[in-house]
């Protein structure tokens, strides 16, 4: 195929994804210099389409960012009044006491929020001041300069057919080209993916480690609706399958948000983390809070998992990674959105510095340094035990050990050093033969669902005919290996049943239904061999989220 002509548009920082990492870094750059040219690209339909977060959020990288979000109107209307923490069974549960927990994890102070309409509204205050924001544009590829810098990416391409060629409607996209790329993406971004592998930026780092969230938004019994509080819980179901947890949100009108984690690095390829989900919701305690209430959303992403050790460097030849791009979750808090905003101010304040002095193309020197060493490495640091201890020794040496560990950090203590993470989530995963099979309830239609009839409450379109944003290195893996020595986990593992396994024995094939994929990476990242990589589809496609 002849190669491709496209337009070129030059700016000065140019930003992929419309998050609070990528928007926060826009209205920095705007705030310190309003002459900049700044461009967002966001993948979603609109802004907050594909954000899928908690959320409670620490407000302390929006207080520096926009001071007075109050009276500007930011969607932060429902402050945290109450923090529960509960050990459950399966049929019980054991309150854990508020004045054991570290300091670090009252949630005194935060608000519940919606972070797709926190990005909306930060879409708006970036707009106002001149920032150039494009929805439904995919990034799909990497601009290389002459010396091998991140020059700017491809952005806008339409219209391939299912083969990849080029169909009767294509748009080649355009090319933007910028002093500085600065790559928001969250977890996992395919662009991110590339340049931390070509520039080798986690070469010092331990490897990442991920769980898988899924949230459904529910309007319950207004009798029961208890504004302002937060439960978080531990152990049943999961109990030794897996690590992870739960949390319970509400937020105004009458609605809760009810989510679950699963930590992807869980042994047995049985486990399957959806149906972990739905079975939680039969607790006695949930179950009695969702009694009479309705879903009325649904939707799922990867998390960021290993913390301090694992963030790559931040800094590559003309850009930096934002945010959950390179990971920058605090674990025990469940929380990455304040440290993705104060990300974002971090690299605006260096690249203004350095266009400033001529400079473009360059290592924004100073970045990684300002986020290890401040506010972001600070939070980070004082939990970065937690997740390895729970990986090796299991939940209660996580709350006891990794407890202490926290608290003796917060005195600027650290006597257990830094733990390393050990196997990725992909090594991570034994043959199917050394692990029992899991057998897990139906779902009842009322409290639990299944995959499809709640991917439905996600909103997920993907035009049918373009190519599959999801690549397999080597189509014969997921039948030959995956299935035969792990039982094909992918059937189980993505939270919106993108694959299966149709046929049986020598007719068996491997099946990739696209069109329903909420773009969580799960597979990315949790794929025992390997073999799937998470592309972009075109712009716009995906899930539309509403209020998560």
């Given at each position: ?38 461009v ?38 429902v ?16 309150r ?106 986690a070469a ?36 030794g399958?897996a690590?992870?947890g ?6 105004e ?202 991917v ?16 397999l ?76």
């Open positions: 195929m002849a190669e491709i002509e496209r337009e070129a548009m030059e700016y000065d920082v140019v930003i992929v994804g419309a998050g609070p990492a990528g928007l926060s870094a826009a209205i920095r750059l705007k705030q310190l210099d309003a002459d900049l040219n700044v967002v690209l966001e993948k979603g339909s609109e802004v907050g389409a594909h954000i899928l977060s908690g959320a409670v959020l620490d407000p302390v990288g929006l207080n520096k960012l926009i001071p007075d979000w109050k009276d500007k109107g930011a969607p932060l209307n402050p945290v009044k109450e923090d529960n923490f509960y050990m459950l069974g399966e049929a019980g549960q054991l854990i006491p508020n004045i054991v927990m570290p300091p670090l994890m009252n949630n005194h102070g935060n608000y519940i929020v919606s972070m797709g309409n926190v990005c909306r509204w930060m879409a708006e205050q970036a707009e106002e001041m001149g920032v150039e924001i494009f929805p439904g544009m995919s990034c799909s590829e990497i601009v290389y300069g002459e010396n091998g810098e991140v020059k700017g990416v491809v952005a806008g391409e339409f219209g391939k057919n299912a083969d990849g060629t080029p169909g009767p409607s294509y748009e080649p996209g355009m090319e933007l080209h910028g002093k500085y790329v600065f790559l928001g993406e969250g977890v996992r971004g395919s662009l991110s993916k590339q340049v931390i592998a070509k520039y080798d930026l010092k780092s331990d490897v990442q480690k991920y769980g898988l969230g899924m949230k459904e938004i529910w309007e319950i019994d207004p009798e029961k609706h208890s504004e302002g509080t937060v439960t978080h819980t531990m152990g049943w179901p999961l109990e399958n690590g992870g739960s949390f319970i949100y509400h937020l009108n009458n609605q809760v948000y009810v989510g679950f984690v699963v930590h992807l690095n869980y042994k047995n390829p049985h486990v399957f983390p959806y149906m972990e989900f739905q079975r939680f919701k039969h607790h006695p305690q949930v179950a009695e809070l969702l009694k009479g209430g309705k879903r009325v959303a649904y939707g799922a992403r990867a998390i960021s998992e290993g913390g301090y050790q694992s963030m790559p460097q931040l800094e590559f030849p003309g850009g930096a990674l934002l945010g959950c791009a390179a990971g920058m979750v605090n674990v025990p808090r469940i929380k990455g959105n304040h440290n993705a905003m104060l990300s974002g101010i971090e690299a605006a304040e260096v690249a203004v510095d350095a266009i400033k002095a001529g400079r473009s193309g360059d290592l924004l020197d100073g970045y990684d340094k300002a986020v290890r060493k401040g506010e972001i490495g600070n939070d980070l640091k004082k939990v970065r035990n937690v997740k390895p201890l729970w990986s090796k020794y299991g939940l209660l040496a996580s709350l006891g050990i990794g407890g202490m560990d926290m608290w003796m950090n917060t005195f600027g203590i650290g006597f257990l050093g830094t733990l390393a993470h050990g196997k990725s989530d992909a090594d991570a995963t034994e043959e199917a033969s050394k692990h029992k099979e899991i057998h897990y309830p139906k779902p009842d239609g009322t409290l639990s669902f299944d995959r499809l009839t709640n439905s409450f996600s909103f997920t379109n993907h035009e049918e005919s373009q190519p599959a944003h999801l690549h290195t080597d189509p014969d893996v997921p039948v030959s290996v995956n299935l035969a020595k792990y039982a094909g986990p992918s059937a189980r593992y993505c939270p919106a049943g993108v694959y299966e396994f149709v046929g049986e024995g020598a007719e068996t094939k491997f099946q990739i239904n696209f069109q329903n994929c909420v773009h969580c990476k799960t597979c990315d990242i949790k794929d025992p061999s390997q073999n799937i990589t998470w592309t972009v589809p075109q712009g716009g496609d995906g899930p539309n989220y509403p209020n998560m």
